[in-house]
């Protein structure tokens, strides 16, 4: 594996890196925009925007670790591709190369996850229940839905998720593929918090719990996270 480079060497190659000059400009509505923010320890390579939708695609490198990262912003998520996490700066140019078409294509808001095949069978792409659910409950917005459902991190899919984007609060329902299982997670602030008010293994026991629990919950979620 080829050794880090200095960092300063980095953020003096990125305005003129042929790689990054050579990505397209547009990919799918989303917009790329120059980076040469460091935040923290993650340095901003360059990125895909889509401002309207909330979503955003990075091309990062992290200065702790010295890894050459993708990462996306949906919303109030924001989460790394694995898939494409190197040290090998040629690697991650190759990699990102032949799939930034595809990368920007799965952080589209119409994009159907490539978990579609077990979502089908479990009845979640056909989910209608939450059509009779609020667009608005607050100052939460309904954002995602069983149609365009997310696939996130560790075997789980995002399946309907509700933003308080000013206050960054979210309470977000997720379908485990491994445990066969429902669950939600909500973040006050932006920092995540375990919760088990809408665990549930089937979707007609979710249906109950979200009649149930939904306004009532999040006008609390609301409250707490001011």
Known sequence: MPKPEEFEVIRERRPHWEFLQKLPREL?????????????HEFL???????????????VYTKDTYDYVPIRQVGLLRYRDFRYITRDKDQFVEWITGAIDRLVEETTPTYIPRSAHILKFKGILD????????????????????????????????ILDYSDFEGRNE????????????????????????????????????????????????????????
């Not at 390579?45 to 091309?59: D, Q």
């Not at 839905?145 to 991190?153: C, E, H, I, M, S």
């Not at 918090?193 to 665990?199: L, P």
């Not at 979710?206 to 609390?220: M, N, R, T, V």
């Open 28 to 40: 799918h509505g989303f917009t790329f925009v120059e980076g040469g923010q460091l935040d923290r």
């Open 45 to 59: 390579l360059g990125a895909y925007e889509n401002a309207a939708a909330r979503r955003r695609l990075e091309l």
């Open 127 to 158: 989910w209608h229940f939450p059509d009779t659910l609020p667009d608005r409950i607050g100052n939460f917005v309904k954002f995602i839905g069983p149609r365009y459902p997310l696939d996130f991190l560790n075997s789980t899919t995002v």
């Open 171 to 226: 309470l977000m329902f997720l379908y485990n593929r491994l445990r066969n299982e429902y669950y939600a997670e909500n973040k006050k602030r932006l920092i995540p918090n375990t919760m088990h008010e809408f665990d549930a293994k089937k979707l007609p026991d979710l249906e109950e719990l979200l009649a149930e629990k939904l306004e009532s919950y999040l006008l609390e979620l609301g409250k707490s996270g001011k």
